[in-house]
Structures are given as C-alpha cells and as structure tokens.
C-alpha cells in the first residue's frame, strides 16, 4: 500500500494559475460535428455547454508525458503517488453565455487535497476551481472534483452497480466506437491510453475495454438538454460518475424533468447507471 504524505500534498492548496484564449469557431464545430449536429455553429453564436472545457487545454510537452499517456505529476497539480488518476465528479455554475470568438481568461485555484482510506486502498482527492472570464465579466465557475487511486487488486470486484432513480422522459442511444473516443480525446488534448489503447486498458489498467471519458458522458447529457428543450437556459449543473462506461456495447443517456429542472443520467448495456447528473434551469 502507497504511503501517502498529506502533510506534503496540502502544500499545493492555494495553488493559482491564469490561461488566455480565444473560444474557437473550429473546435466549437468539430465537436458540433462530433456530437451530430445537422448544421454547424458559425462565428458569434453562443458556446454549447459545456463547450468551455475544449479550451484550455493543458499542453503538456511530449518529453513530460507519463507512460500512461498522462502529463507527469507535480507542477500546478500535487504530485499524488498513486497510479490512477480520474475526472470524477463536478459543478458548473453558468452566470452568462460564451460566445465564438470571445476572448477569454481562466483561472484555476486548487482548493483543497483531502486523503481517505477506501476498500480499494489509498484515495486522494483534489478539488480545483476553475473561473472563466470574458473581460472583467466571470462567465463560469466550474469546480471539478479528481481522484487518485491505487490500482485494484487482481480479481476485485467492479463497484456495485446502480439503476436509475428516474423513469426516463426522454432518451437517445450512442455506440462508443473507437472512432468516438479519438475524436473527443483529440478535442480536449487528452492522451491518457484507456481511451484508445485497447491493450494497455486491459492489460495494463484491467478495464474490460476502452473506457469513455467522464466528460464526453457529461458533454452528451448537456447535448440532450440542447436537442429535446432547446429553449431551456442553464443555470447550473452537476454530474458524478459512478461506473466505469466501457466500449463495444451502445448506451442511453437519460433524463426527466424535476421541480428544479432536470435528472440526467447515463446507463450501459446491462442497465447499470454510469453517471448521474443534474441540471438547474434559469
């Protein structure tokens, strides 16, 4: 078992750092292309959400690439001595649209780094907040909860899965090909091999195949808002992956409405929930 020294890791809480950037009209249509769209956006329309997280990108050299396709740990992020690292969990407050071709500025703060000792052995959690800003107007707040963890054991059990709490209003299936995952990992610069490399997910991190990333589950839940109420103005949003959300096998993505707005959430072949979201309308 990793020794973990939190005393040393809390150094990173107050970590600060600020990114320009221009909201592009390319990306803002490749990933418009990406999800399906009938027409492509075009200059000064308003971002899709959650179109923010293809800008920013880390840029990470090539030489400073871990072997599992990772940036190598420290520098704004604490450098966590456990092998898995995952986007889990996080919060999105929408105070005012983005627009293609906005100028904009991030700044990122680490807001905490919190140890705990689950049945799988060591976790860290490292909460970032994000603020995204169109001159002196913030536009976002987006708070993204990572976790790192130790490699399962050889045979562990996969978590207990979940149903929907929800009977579902709306639906639309998608099938995670490969072609899928290299395209949204190209859009949001992400090498990390579990999303293309079949043999290393597998051998390497024991997936059952590629894993779908978080965001892309969390992108095509904000993408079913757009496509069944494209009126509805969203305020706020919170999602949580619950289980790993393999290839091969279509999926749904869900939701219903609520007294706040709307339930979203995803399930696989087998009917088990992947991630559960919320969505708060203005």
């Known amino acids: 078992m990793t020794e973990i020294d939190l005393a040393h890791l809390k150094q990173w809480e107050g970590t600060r750092e600020s990114h320009e950037d221009v909201i592009s009209l390319a990306t803002a249509q490749a990933m418009a292309a990406t999800l399906d769209w009938q027409e492509l956006p075009r200059a000064g329309d308003v971002l899709a959400k959650p179109g923010h997280w293809l800008h920013f990108l880390a840029t990470a050299r090539q030489s400073d690439i871990s072997t599992d396709g990772h940036p190598k740990k420290g520098g704004f992020l604490p450098p966590v001595p456990l092998p898995r690292r995952m986007w889990a969990s996080g919060k999105v407050d929408f105070h005012s649209s983005l627009h293609i071709g906005d100028a904009v500025r991030r700044v990122s703060t680490v807001k905490s780094v919190t140890h705990k000792q689950g049945g799988s052995g060591n976790l860290v959690f490292v909460v970032v907040e994000h603020e995204i800003f169109t001159g002196d107007t913030l536009a976002i707040s987006d708070t993204q909860n990572l976790v790192y963890r130790e490699d399962p054991a050889p045979g562990a059990p996969a978590p207990k899965p979940m149903t929907p709490k929800f009977e579902a209003e709306f639906s639309r299936t998608v099938m995670p090909d ?48 757009r ?40 399930v696989d072949h087998e009917g088990a929930m992947t991630m559960q979201a919320k969505v708060v309308l203005k």
């Open 178 to 225: 490969p072609v899928l995952l290299f395209r949204f990992s190209a859009l949001t610069f992400n090498s990390h091999r579990i999303h293309y490399d079949r043999n290393y997910a597998i051998n390497e991190e024991g997936y059952a195949g590629l894993v779908v990333h978080g965001p892309l589950s969390a992108t095509l839940l904000l993408d079913l808002v």
């Open 227 to 266: 496509s069944e109420l494209p009126d509805a103005e969203i305020a706020h949003y919170d999602y949580r992956a619950v289980r790993p959300l393999i290839d091969g096998n279509a999926f749904q993505i869900q939701g219903c409405r609520s007294d706040e707005g709307l339930n979203l959430w995803v």
